[in-house]
């Protein structure tokens, strides 16, 4: 029968005293827990176990983890007590691998070298091929006694000879010049090697060492979990939402593919492991913060002191006034500072589970994520749910009408906050973002422009007159005719929204004139003289909006608008 156990000691920073056989085991990454901001590494260890008392040695773990937050946990097939679990950080040198590279340069330099030499001999048969061939080309003209007369040898031979001269002698230059070309290039990567040698050194890396008490009862076989925290990882939410619009018989469709991008930055890759995305946020506040009272007086100007004539300090006044106001500028500074793809083939889904307060993605299949900071893409899920179409326009902004699909969030958990990849009918139309939403929350995604509504808005009105006998007024009268039509092969609602200045001063008056068509909503979303008109336009439907209003104010006195 397997016992399991479980170790929930804090690990301390010192090694205690070895009294015990030790067991040095090499341990591998298993399973790897993101969050937001960190994650959670679950290593793996098997080992034989003695009976008696031993010490667990693991010397391969990073030396950038969270000491507290050690835990070991272990299966055995026989009793084994996990006594302390300890640890330190050490720093350890690559001698091994500094000798291996020096030794592979080594050898990189001999290489070169031989083919260094491998080319002088080559030049030299050439020069020596070189003065041959002149030598043969010299002997038809030259006597063979002192009173022999030179040869005679007629222009076709002479001809035919100058050739082959000619023509051997190309060849043995060109294979000179290559070579004294690869000599050239030799030397120079030489060089270059033993640059690289001079400056190579030994590295030193920084390791944790955990040791594991252990005392067992009977010789067994087990395996160990180590599990840490470590802080350079993280992962974030991202969608891509595919609307189908569909047609006069087909419903418009909308599915919602929810994706996660994990990236980490830690001393080891991840290969082949067991991913969990967790929404956790164990690097987080963990309570609200401390809310202090806050006095309200009379505000009393100080009198001013006199600057010192000895001293070039600031007075105390002027020093208690910037240190009131550095953080002002500090909060400033940091906001300042803070300031695709279609598929053929199916992808697998994540395992979704809920655990109180947090939502668990096991993600199917086994992971690797480099520590380079490559972004991993991976799925979570896919759901597939009805959406309402409807087109929106604000023509005093933009004459153009845009298209929104109107869904009900579905699922077992929230839709964390992230960026959306938008497409329309498998065509890409740009990006969004999504809220924080809950199941069965309704929101709203733009899909781009909507070329089937045809929007126009017309200026009809711009006059300015005077009013009054005894006190006269200036009135200004504005308005607009807006147009809508709809060619869509369905009934469309659309939304027009639009706007009217209000007053911020008693002797101004602002008022809609007569004849405005009746608008549907008024200070929309609690935004002052934002209205908006709301229709059911059937195929080829057409509908006339108008829309005017005057400001009424006393004469001599200029209207600012704007200021809200």
Request: hydrophobic residues 40%; without cysteine.
């Amino acid at each position: 029968m397997k016992h399991t156990l479980y170790a929930l000691l804090f690990a301390t920073t010192f090694l205690s005293p070895v009294v015990a056989a030790e067991i040095d085991a090499a341990s591998k990454i298993d399973a790897v827990t993101v969050y937001p901001q960190g994650a959670e590494i679950t290593r793996v260890t098997t080992i034989d176990i003695a009976a008696g008392d031993h010490t667990l040695v693991l010397n391969d773990l990073p030396g950038n983890i969270d000491a507290q937050s050690i835990r070991v946990e272990g299966t055995t097939g026989a009793t084994v007590e996990i006594g302390s679990v300890d640890s330190k950080v050490v720093h350890v040198t690559g001698s091994a691998q500094f000798a291996s590279q020096r030794k592979q340069i080594e050898a990189e330099i001999q290489t070169l070298q031989d083919e260094i030499a491998g080319l002088s001999q080559l030049t030299q048969n050439i020069a020596y091929q070189r003065q041959l061939i002149q030598d043969l080309a010299k002997r038809p003209f030259a006597p063979q006694k002192a009173d022999d007369k030179a040869l005679r040898v007629d222009s076709t031979e002479l001809g035919n000879l100058f050739d082959l001269v000619a023509g051997r002698l190309q060849a043995l230059d060109e294979r000179a010049l290559t070579a004294q070309i690869r000599t050239r290039k030799a030397n120079m990567e030489i060089a270059d090697l033993h640059k690289k040698m001079s400056e190579l050194s030994p590295k030193q890396t920084v390791k944790a060492v955990v040791t594991v008490d252990l005392s067992s009862q009977a010789s067994t076989s087990g395996t160990f979990r180590v599990k840490y925290r470590i802080h350079n990882a993280g992962w974030r939410p991202f969608y891509d939402a595919r609307l189908s619009v569909g047609d006069a018989k087909t419903a418009p469709r909308l599915s919602l593919v929810r994706r996660a991008e994990i990236v980490q930055n830690t001393t080891e890759s991840w290969d082949n492991v067991a991913l969990t995305l967790s929404t956790a946020r164990p690097l987080g506040a963990t309570a609200a913060p401390d809310l202090q009272a806050n006095g309200l007086g009379f505000w009393e100007p100080r009198t001013a002191k006199r600057k010192s004539k000895n001293s070039g300090l600031f007075s105390m006044d002027k020093m208690e006034n910037m240190v009131a106001e550095a953080p002002a500028m500090a909060g400033g500074a940091r906001e300042a500072d803070f300031k695709d793809e279609g598929r053929a083939a199916s992808e697998q889904q994540a395992s979704i589970s809920t655990a109180g307060f947090q939502a668990l993605y096991a993600i199917a299949g086994r992971v690797s994520i480099n520590n380079a900071g490559t972004a991993k893409k991976v799925q979570i899920s896919a759901e597939d749910m009805s959406a309402k179409l409807s087109a929106q326009a604000v023509p005093l902004l933009d004459p153009n009408a845009y298209l929104t699909a109107d869904f009900t969030a579905t699922g077992e958990t929230p839709l964390l906050p992230g960026r959306v990849l938008l497409y329309r009918d498998n065509v890409y139309m740009g990006n969004g973002s999504l809220p924080l939403l809950t199941p069965g929350e309704d929101h709203a995604l733009g899909f781009g422009v909507d070329d089937r509504i045809k929007i126009k808005r017309t200026e009809v009105k711009s006059e300015t007159s005077e009013n009054g006998i005894i006190t006269t007024g200036i009135v200004q009268e504005n308005a607009w005719v807006i147009e809508v039509e709809n060619k869509h092969v369905r009934e469309m609602p659309v939304k027009i929204f639009d706007r009217m200045p209000f007053s911020t001063h008693e002797d101004i008056e602002v008022e809609l004139v007569a004849g405005t068509t009746r608008p549907s909503e008024t200070d929309v979303d609690h935004k002052r003289g934002v209205m908006a008109w709301a229709y059911d336009l059937a195929p080829d439907a057409k509908k006339t909006i108008k829309f005017g209003y005057q400001v009424t104010s006393p004469k001599g006195k200029a209207v600012r608008i704007g200021m809200n």
